[in-house]
C-alpha cells in the first residue's frame, strides 16, 4: 500500500510527466517547423484531458473516481493516436512527421497514453484503504511545492497550445497538411 503523500507526490510527477510530453512536441513544432495535424491535435488534448484526474487528485485529494477520468481520457487519447498509427501503417508509408528515438510521435503517444492507463490501474490497487480525504468545507487544498509547480505546468502547456491551435487553425476547421500559420497571414 501506498501513503496519501506519495500517492499526490506521484500524481503531481504524472502531471509534469504530462506537461514534458506536451513540451516536447510544442518544441518540436517550431525547432523543426512541424505544425501538428488535426489526429496530432486531437492527441494533444487528450494529454490535457489525461492530466484532469491528477489535477483534481492533488487539488482535492486522491480519489478513485479521479483516476477513472485519466483512464476514460487515456482511452480516448490512445485511440486518436491509434488512428493515426493505421494511416501510416502502409508499407512504404514514411508517416507524418520526422521520427524522434525511431518513432513517430503518435507511436509515442499511443505508448505514453497505454502506460498511463496502467499506472492509473497500479495506482488503484496500490492505494491505501480508508475513508477518502475530505478538504476544509469542500474547498479545494491550498496547492504548495511540487503540486503547484505541476498544476501551474500544466495550465502554461494549455495556454499555449490553445494559442499555438488558433494560430494555426484560425476560425475554421485545421488543414489535413498544415503548413503555415493562418490566423498569422
Known amino acids: ?84 498509427v493505421l494511416l501510416h501503417i502502409q508499407p512504404g508509408d514514411a508517416g507524418y512527421g520526422a521520427p524522434f528515438l525511431g518513432l513517430h510521435f503518435y507511436t509515442w503517444a499511443f505508448v505514453v497514453f497505454v502506460v498511463a492507463v496502467a499506472a492509473c490501474a497500479a495506482l488503484l490497487i496500490l492505494r491505501a484503504p480508508g475513508e477518502e480525504p475530505r478538504t476544509a468545507g469542500g474547498r479545494p487544498a491550498r496547492l504548495t511545492g511540487l503540486s503547484l509547480v505541476a498544476v501551474v505546468l500544466v495550465l502554461a502547456m494549455a495556454g499555449l497550445n490553445a494559442v499555438s491551435t488558433l494560430a494555426e487553425c484560425g476560425f475554421a476547421a485545421c488543414p489535413d497538411d498544415p503548413t503555415v500559420y493562418r490566423l498569422l497571414q
Do not use: K, W
Request: proline share 6%.
Open 1 to 84: 500500500m501506498i501513503s496519501r503523500s506519495l500517492e499526490t507526490t506521484l500524481n503531481a510527477l504524472a502531471l509534469i510527466a504530462i506537461s514534458a510530453v506536451l513540451a516536447v512536441a510544442f518544441f518540436d513544432q517550431f525547432a523543426n517547423g512541424e505544425l501538428p495535424c488535426p489526429l496530432c491535435l486531437l492527441q494533444r488534448a487528450g494529454f490535457l484531458l489525461l492530466a484532469i484526474g491528477p489535477v483534481l487528485n492533488v487539488a482535492r485529494g486522491p480519489r478513485p473516481a479521479h483516476y477513472g477520468v485519466t483512464i476514460l481520457a487515456g482511452l480516448a487519447g490512445a485511440g486518436f493516436a491509434m488512428r493515426q
